[in-house]
């Protein structure tokens, strides 16, 4: 019998675990299962799993890209998301340049091949489809109907050696693999095989919220002439954050939010619409709450529902929206839309202060450029944009997970914070780290060395971004201007670092947090009353306000209100900046103001 293990791997334990294969009959243990044996496993089929396969077999690897689906492509062809958000680099002094992608690579291969930054799904499906023919190292297995990690313990850590499938066949079948990569939309090897990992926005302080998921539907019987007169309306609709051209199209929210759902988890927001090269249109615009994405019978709930709403959208759609009178239900995507599942913890977890302070890291392996973008968990939330980066690195060490070995997890569950994770889930972000991957993979295994150690090796880092170089990608430094992080040198950046880590400030796409601005008594309540619940600190019962001069706060109401907490401020509690501040504006607090008094006032009742 022929056994291939992992090279990791001690050859004792090799020995070790022929011998109890023999005499103990272990599972996985029949003849040719063990020659199942590659340099590299990538799971998932989504565009970053492609990304990272196709990136392995070019770097010299004999690689395996399974799949429990049929076909590849995963959210862009099984999930009918056909508008990619770019992430474009910035005009050093202005806005972003829309004539240079970031990262490049393979994403930029991928993106040259379809028709821009809206596509047809077949022809991304016909792209996908041909990168990976092309590769003669590289073999795809789909259809699977199970996937699972094959994890060993070796001087007290974890190894994934490799994946148990169970094909359409009902044949259980080892794969093994010197590296593996989880390409999965929600990091499943990953958890399965140990990975500490956050849910939702969890790690914000909010253990029961994550974003809506979407089910994208299809809408056929618009014509050339009726695509005209959409655009023609959102171009001249007076609205700066709507538009059309001719593929795309984006607006109408102030039309459907009035739209009144007959189920309670669904709300239509604004339409986001891509043109197919038949004549439909793909819709992006349904929200659905209160699903669990990690469950099967949750998400074929939502599609159900789904479903029975768009007998009522439709009609409402053919009624109010310009172009779209004689539009007809053709079709649901096969697969939900799924933003946010799983966060992983990695070496290093990105922050939402490292996206919008546009930080750059010695051992970048992608950038990013996208808003912080942060979609809506339910009726009572809207969604927003916390900020807007200029441009951001993600470090190698976000795709080197905690506590296991041999793996690298690529991907929206990659090691990000839930906020930072609005900007750096995006598909061109993650097609650039799973490049990345394929190509640490192949370095990892040429040094021997693993990928934990990769993390501090700087030679090692420097050589793969070279080899990235190379291959097609720009790892260039960012050069920020001071412009781009002018708000840092505000008084109270420390106090809206505090409050923006748990979305209770949104900067919106010009970074403008109004933070000398004066707030509202309302605007304040609502703030402490959920850092209250987020850090434990019991709220005084019958707490009460009384404002005699209006809605806007004075230091006065401030001591007031902590002072009903048990622990009032005084003054010889303000720094001298926050009382210039407050002086300046004839006593009244700023927003600026009340977010270093939170911070304050949280950090000193979490001492007590």
């Known amino acids: 019998m022929t056994l291939l293990f992992n090279r990791s791997v001690n050859i004792l334990l090799v020995l070790v675990l022929a011998a109890a294969m023999l005499f103990a009959g272990a599972p996985g243990a029949a003849a040719g299962e063990w020659e199942n044996q590659y340099d590299l496993i990538v799971v998932g089929s989504d565009p970053e799993g492609i990304a990272a396969a196709v990136s392995g077999a070019r770097n010299g690897l004999d690689t395996l890209l399974v799949d429990t689906r049929s076909q590849v492509g995963g959210l862009m062809t099984q999930g009918w998301l056909n508008t990619i958000d770019m992430c474009?680099?910035?005009?050093?002094?202005?806005?972003?340049?829309k004539n240079q992608v970031l990262?490049?690579?393979?994403?930029?291969?991928?993106?040259?091949?379809?028709?821009?930054?809206?596509?047809?799904?077949?022809?991304?499906?016909?792209?996908?489809d041909q990168m990976l023919a092309q590769e003669e190292n590289l073999e795809v297995l789909l259809n699977v109907k199970e996937i699972k990690p094959v994890v060993s313990r070796w001087n007290r850590k974890d190894y994934v050696d490799g994946v148990e499938v169970v094909t359409a066949g009902g044949k259980r079948v080892t794969y093994y693999g010197d590296r593996i990569i989880d390409a999965t939309q929600d990091a499943d090897l990953a958890a399965a095989a140990g990975v500490p990992y956050s849910y939702g926005q969890a790690d914000s302080g909010y253990p029961d919220r994550n974003m809506a998921v979407t089910q994208v539907f299809k809408l056929g019987g618009v014509t050339d002439e009726d695509w005209r007169l959409l655009m023609r309306t959102l171009i001249h609709d007076g609205d700066k954050n709507t538009g059309a051209n001719d593929v795309s199209a984006w607006g109408f929210l102030e039309i459907m939010e009035a739209y009144k759902p007959q189920n309670p988890d669904i709300r239509m927001r604004?339409?986001?619409?891509g043109r197919q090269n038949d004549g439909t249109v793909l819709i992006n615009a349904m929200q659905i709450f209160n699903v669990n994405p990690l469950d099967a019978k949750s998400r074929q709930h939502a599609k159900t529902i789904a479903q029975q709403e768009l007998q009522h959208v439709v009609p409402y759609i053919n009624e109010h929206i310009p172009g779209l009178a004689n539009a007809r239900l053709m079709g649901l995507a096969p697969e939900l839309y799924v933003r946010e599942s799983r966060h992983i913890y990695g070496e290093y977890r990105l922050t939402i202060d490292d996206v919008l302070e546009n930080r750059d890291f010695p051992d970048r392996i992608a950038f990013g450029s996208y808003p912080v973008d942060v979609q809506a968990t339910g009726w009572e939330d809207i969604g927003y944009v916390v900020g807007r980066p200029h441009q951001f690195a993600v470090p190698f060490r976000s795709i080197v997970p905690q506590k296991v070995e041999n793996l690298l997890v690529v991907g929206r569950s990659a090691s990000f914070?839930?906020?930072?994770?609005?900007?750096?889930?995006?598909?061109?972000?993650?097609?650039?780290?799973?490049?990345?991957?394929?190509?640490?993979?192949?370095?990892?295994?040429?040094k021997d060395i693993s990928f934990r150690e990769m993390c501090r090796d700087e030679r090692a880092i420097s050589e793969l971004q070279q080899r990235l170089t190379n291959q097609g990608m720009k790892l260039n430094p960012i050069e920020p201007t001071r412009s781009w992080n002018a708000v840092t040198e505000h008084w109270a950046y420390e106090g809206l670092k505090f409050v923006r880590k748990h979305?209770?400030?949104i900067g919106s796409y010009d970074n403008d947090y109004r933070l000398d601005e004066p707030i509202t008594a309302e605007a304040f309540m609502s703030k402490l009353e959920r850092l209250a619940d987020i850090y434990d600190?019991?709220?005084?019962?019958?707490?009460?306000?009384?404002?005699d001069h209006g809605d806007e706060l004075n230091v006065e109401d401030v001591e007031d209100i902590f002072s009903q907490y048990g622990d009032g401020l005084t003054e010889r509690h303000w720094s001298s900046k926050m009382r210039r501040n407050a002086e300046e504006n004839d006593g009244v607090i700023t927003r600026g103001n009340a977010f270093e008094l939170l911070n304050f006032f949280v950090n000193k009742m979490q001492r007590r």
């Not at 690579?105 to 930054?117: P, S």
């Not at 600190?537 to 404002?547: A, N, V």
Request: without cysteine; proline residues 6%; glycine residues 12%.
């Open 88 to 97: 474009y680099a910035p005009n050093r002094y202005g806005p972003k340049s």
């Open 103 to 128: 990262n490049e690579g393979i994403f930029l291969e991928f993106f040259r091949q379809v028709e821009g930054d809206s596509f047809d799904v077949r022809t991304a499906q016909r792209v996908f």
């Open 270 to 273: 604004g339409l986001n619409i």
């Open 417 to 446: 914070d839930s906020l930072p994770h609005g900007s750096a889930r995006v598909i061109p972000v993650g097609m650039a780290t799973g490049q990345a991957a394929g190509a640490a993979a192949a370095l990892s295994i040429e």
């Open 503 to 505: 979305g209770l400030a």
């Open 537 to 547: 600190i019991k709220s005084p019962q019958g707490l009460e306000i009384d404002l």
